[in-house]
């Protein structure tokens, strides 16, 4: 797998409560390292090159060798030398050469996207190179030609190819990994005309990862797949319980004889609203049947039996869906003994929209665009089967918007529309299904795949990518080694299908502040009534964060244009765009209506941080003195503010 590298971590927050974290500074301690060009908040920084070393002095005496990739800050610069250190709290340790250094401007790094339904991607020597490539009459033949050779092992010296791609997807979040992106360049795909990225990126396995133990069969003995089903028991939904109970139970009949037995397992959640709103529906949320390793399938055909439909109206037409999946990503076991499932699904089935966001009788502050991010993480597919019954209507739109988004994963999207509520449709899809998650563990098996009835790429290409990253958890894969290269953000081959995915380094001390910025943009906005305060709603933020500034270990931005603004200074030069970003206070004031969303949006935000800072899962230290509040978080674009 790949090893873990270490990069420079750029400090553009860093919470409050940092100061608790170090002892009281010396005067070394004291200093600040030098600013980047332009900026207030944003730290100049390194990568070391291999084979770099730190002197005591000057031109003095080695104090020892760095690691490849050792995060440094730079405190100052004497023609050829830079004095520099590992913290931006402690100061600096010694001097380095410049030429041993790569200068690194954002705390951005490049993770793989899943690579079923793509070519493996290539990394070249030069940005030339990869141009040649991109802009080629023939540029599809010409990559899958270098393809070919670079996985071969035989590189075609007119390629420019220095590296290729593992063939197995390691998750960033299960298996750390770094790929710092040192420049990128935004432009239009030759071939799409799409925007994109052309990236300068760096990489060295710092230490032999057990790389390829063993063969893909080996790997893949294991590979079996978890199910679970969340869905909706309020009052219309009866039929639809009882059509899932007919599938399912024809299907395990049909497998339970056979070896796949032992490899597709079936967990059961049931949602319906807020019982303190009406009492008669005895629940929000409930577990029917923990998913766990079983022999057999008689669990779920009797759980599924034992689920009935409440006969009490809930409060309006949505239901709390949010809070049913939101139970099935958080509190569900998904590595039971301490092995997790190859294939991680979640089977949402409602005739409802979702609880709009903010409604008094939601649980979660969190939206479908917040949960989304919270399950790809853990690698988990939601699939949505929503019944398009003629009495929710006027729901409609609104809850496939929303089911599209949280039915998001990589490349696709598992929303699947059932016209008029039609129970014949709703069986056949239910029926395709489970036969299309066996078909993943038959594949796992080296097993032809059962026709399902319904032809699905996007079921099939889930099913890859779940064996992928399955496959790079278990057989080990080592990074490219390269130290600088350049690679396109999109498939070489293909520009729609992206390969590499921009994420922001970000530390749980930056972290944290960047949550108290968002409650202090949000205690603002609940405080402003009226439209003077309306008008003044930036200056109340502006002032909020001086007073924040006055801290000297929070970095924060007080002078801002635009609401991005006041989450600091690294921001703007990221590859990033988003609404929230440029508002302007002439804007802000001037529509109700845009001032609800944006709030909305922050708050689903700052509970989603929150959860985030909490989980200790996502957090990496990159050196071993590293403390707590230094530890890092590979943070998808789509997450930001």
Known sequence: MFAVTRLCIAAAFVSVLSGLLWPAPSEAQNRRPLLMEGRQTVFQRVLTRPLATLHASRGGPVRNQFSPFEPLYVYGRDGEWLEVGRSMFRGPTGWVKAEQVVPWRQNIVAAFTNPAGRQRNLFFASRDSLEAVLNSESSTALARRYQSAAVSGRPLPESGVVAVEPAEHVDIRSRFYLLPILEFSEDFHPMTSDPFLKLRVASLPLRDSGANRGGASDAMAGFDVGVVFVIDTTLSMDPYIAETLNQVRSIVNRIGQTDLAGRVHFGLWGFRDNPAAAPGLEYRTREYLP???????????????????????????????????????????????????????????????????????????????????????????????????????????????????????????????????????????????????????????????????????????????????????????????????????????????????????????????????????????????????????????????????????????????????????????????????????????????????????????????????????????????????????????????
Request: glycine content about 8%; hydrophobic content about 40%; aromatic content about 8%.
């Open 291 to 641: 998913l766990a390793r079983r022999n057999g399938f008689d669990p779920i055909v009797q759980a599924l039996s034992s689920m009935e439909a409440t006969r009490v109206n809930s409060p309006g037409f949505p239901e709390d869906s949010v809070a049913g999946v939101e139970d099935a990503v958080e509190r569900v076991n998904w590595a039971p003994d301490g092995r997790p499932f190859g294939g991680r699904y979640i089977l949402l089935i409602t005739d409802a929209g979702p609880k709009p966001f903010g409604d008094s009788n939601a649980r979660s502050d969190l939206d479908t665009a917040s949960l989304q991010p919270r399950a790809r993480e853990r690698g988990i597919a939601v699939m949505t089967l929503h019944l398009k019954t003629p009495a929710g209507r006027a729901n409609h739109a609104t809850a496939e918007k929303a089911y599209r988004t949280l039915s998001r994963f990589d490349e696709a999207t598992f929303y699947y529309p059932i016209e008029n509520g039609d129970r014949e449709a709703f069986g056949r899809q239910v029926r395709a299904f489970v036969e299309g998650f066996t078909n993943h563990v038959r594949a796992a098996m080296g097993r032809p795949p059962e026709p399902t009835g319904t032809a699905d790429p996007d079921l099939d290409r889930l099913g890859h990518a779940m064996r992928l990253a399955y496959l790079g958890q278990q057989a080990g894969t080592a990074a490219p080694s390269v130290f600088e290269s350049w690679v396109s953000d999109k498939a070489i081959e293909d520009g729609r299908i992206s390969a590499l995915q921009p994420r922001l380094l970000i530390t749980k001390n930056e972290l944290s502040t960047m949550r108290n910025v968002l409650r202090t943009v949000l205690d603002v906005a609940e405080r402003s009534q009226g439209q003077t305060d309306q008008v003044g709603f930036f200056n109340q933020i502006k002032d909020a964060m001086v007073r924040m500034s006055q801290n000297p270990d929070t970095l924060v931005n007080a002078d801002f244009n635009t609401l991005g603004g006041a989450f600091g200074e690294i921001l703007a030069d990221l590859p990033y765009r988003s609404e929230i970003m440029e508002i302007t206070e002439s804007r802000w004031a001037n529509s109700s209506t845009l001032q609800r969303e944006i709030l909305d949006r922050l708050r689903a935000r700052l509970l989603l941080y929150e959860r985030w800072h909490d989980d200790p899962a996502n957090w990496t230290r990159l050196s071993d003195e590293a403390p707590d509040g230094e530890h890092v978080f590979a943070m998808p674009f789509s997450a930001l503010p």
